[in-house]
């Protein structure tokens, strides 16, 4: 048994922030476990366009009314609020002075400030289309400093450690909720570990690979969101999963992300045989409208005309030197399977990109059960409402990961004892009787099934067929999976699974359950509040 003042889930920008912000008390123990073997790898490594921060010309105002604005009427005025009046001081002080992130500048050494859909101001600070990866090294380089976080890879969460559940003493049964720490599974020892903690914080990231097209990596299952339902948290706006309008459709590099910032930057969505269409969609901002407009306009085009895809065409905008300037890791990703963005328009198609509901949680990060916080893809502040403003939810890792470990501080600040359970108190993990190695056969298969569930019927375009059919196969299969789970040697891939048909129910049934399209959850049959941008 492992005992650590703060256990993080996940180090991606909101764990990795949290933990940060913690280590600078000296005092303070903390312990930070990921899955995967690299601790860089995570969702906050792919992200390109960048994040918000606030340009000469901008003000908090401003950028909270384009938050609220993308967030369809139902994105949190506080949270919007926070973000935009916390968001840039702590860019400046985490991501520049602490882990030495270099945005960015201009021959006169001034920040660059790009432009992207929505955004109403250039705002957006980026490493040239590298901006994840920047922040993930410099954020983990800053991490491994910090001789009071002890970072643990390989290491995957399979449970959270809640009383009562948990807990051996009987009358804890009329005790609130309360989480102290998880059961983690070591991939190379192959044995789960309880870590025990006086508070948890859940950093796990997004969900986009339960649909076969999404641009996230393959640890993006839902894990946390998983396991904070099975604990009996409190999840919200599940159904708002965002699709980004354009993600590559190039044999070899499937899903690869083609930054929003490529339309920022005057990049045109055209059909195959050359035709702009976006002005139909959207008069207004035509390609650089919100993103569940232009994901549905793109779905549009394609179902209705037999398309595979659409164009997006930069060549014709920006000279090839400029290009391969701004968009370096796209022009290279793109020309290592045969195409000269400088040159030719690119195939893309929309994905699954980013999950805008999640684990509920307050201000400061707290989820409604006691000890337990969760902060950044895998929560919901209320922020994206309905749908998220593009590079807002790096900030918003930032901005929470920062709250969430100030509350905690605080806390422990007044405690007079950690009040840690003892050895005897939680269970250890029993395997005994299980033999059997999970097939990975039916790992695969099985994800593969889920994925084009979720693809097909609770994909771009909902209706309650569509979603009454996949709820009926998610229900038939999560029976299946959990006798699989019941019957065999626990691993990463069959923890995953089981993670990934739990997530696909609750994002399916919240689906079902909300009759209004708005934003970026479309009910084909019902009214839109959006009447002007139903298609
Ligand atoms: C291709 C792409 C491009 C993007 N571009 C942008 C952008 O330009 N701007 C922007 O603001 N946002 C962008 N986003 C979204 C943004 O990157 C994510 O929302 C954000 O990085 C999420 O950060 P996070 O810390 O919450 O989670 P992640 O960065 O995903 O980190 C999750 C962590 O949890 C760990 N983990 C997961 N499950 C377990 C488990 N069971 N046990 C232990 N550890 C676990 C992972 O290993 C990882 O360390 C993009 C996303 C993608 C996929």
């Known amino acids: 048994m492992i005992q650590t003042e703060v256990l993080i889930i996940g180090c991606g920008i909101a764990g990795a922030t949290a933990a940060l912000r913690l280590a600078r008390n000296p005092q303070r123990q903390i312990t930070v476990i990921t899955r995967a073997p ?116 390989n290491v995957t969460a399979v449970d959270l450690i809640t009383f009562p559940h948990h807990s051996r003493d009987p009358l804890a049964a009329y005790q609130p909720i309360t989480c102290y720490g998880a059961y983690a599974f070591d991939r190379q020892e192959r044995t789960v570990h309880r870590y025990v903690a006086a508070n948890t914080v859940l950093a796990t990231g997004g969900l986009g690979r339960i649909y076969r097209n999404t641009t996230n990596p393959s640890g993006a299952r839902g894990d946390g969101l998983a396991l904070a339902y099975r604990a009996g948290a409190r999840i919200i706006n599940a159904e708002y999963v965002q699709f980004h309008p354009t993600a590559l459709a190039a044999p070899g590099a499937e899903g690869f992300l083609i930054s929003e910032a490529v339309r920022g930057e005057g990049g045109d969505l055209l059909s195959p045989d050359g035709r702009a269409f976006m002005a139909d969609y959207s008069p207004q901002w035509k390609d650089l409208a919100p993103r569940d407009v232009v994901a549905r306009a793109i779905h549009h085009q394609m179902e209705t005309n037999g398309y595979s895809h659409v164009l997006l065409d930069i060549a014709s905008r920006m000279n090839a030197d400029a290009i391969r300037a701004r968009f370096p890791n796209i022009f290279a990703t793109c020309l290592k399977v045969g195409i000269d963005i400088t040159r030719e328009p690119i195939p893309v198609v929309p994905a699954a990109h980013y999950s805008c509901g999640g684990v509920w949680v307050d201000e400061w990060g707290r989820s409604s059960i006691g000890n337990l916080y969760a902060v950044g893809e895998v929560s919901c502040t209320g922020l994206h409402g309905a749908n998220r403003l593009a590079s807002t939810s790096l900030l918003e890792g930032l901005v929470w990961g920062n709250r969430a470990a100030q509350h905690i501080e605080d806390a422990l600040d007044r405690r007079t004892s950690l009040g840690l359970p003892g050895r005897d108190d939680v269970p250890p993990w029993d395997e005994s009787g299980l033999v059997a190695d999970a097939d990975p056969a039916l790992i695969q298969g099985d994800m593969q099934t889920i994925q084009n569930i979720m693809w097909h019927y609770v994909g771009l375009v909902r209706n309650a067929d569509r979603l009454s059919r996949a709820i009926r196969e998610l229900r038939h299969l999560q029976n299946e999976i959990e006798t699989f789970y019941r019957t065999t040697k626990l691993s990463d891939g069959l923890i995953g699974l089981r993670n990934a048909i739990e997530v696909a129910l609750i994002v399916a049934q919240a689906a079902r359950h909300n009759r209004t399209s708005r934003g970026c959850h479309y009910r084909q049959d019902s009214v839109s509040v959006e009447g002007d941008r139903l298609i």
């Open 38 to 153: 690299d601790p860089q790898e995570s969702n906050t490594r792919y992200a390109q366009g960048g994040i918000v921060g606030r340009s000469p010309d901008d003000a908090a105002e401003i950028c909270m009314a384009d938050i609220l604005a993308a967030g369809a009427g139902v994105s949190s005025p506080q949270a919007a609020r926070i973000l935009a009046e916390e968001g840039p001081s702590l860019l400046h002080e985490i991501l520049i002075e602490t882990a030495g992130v270099q945005f960015d500048q201009g021959a006169d050494g001034q920040l660059v400030w790009g432009q992207e859909a929505a955004h109403s101001r250039r705002r957006i600070l980026h490493v040239g289309d590298g901006t994840g990866q920047a922040i993930i090294s410099g954020l983990i380089a800053a991490l491994r400093r910090c001789p009071n976080v002890t970072m643990v890879t």
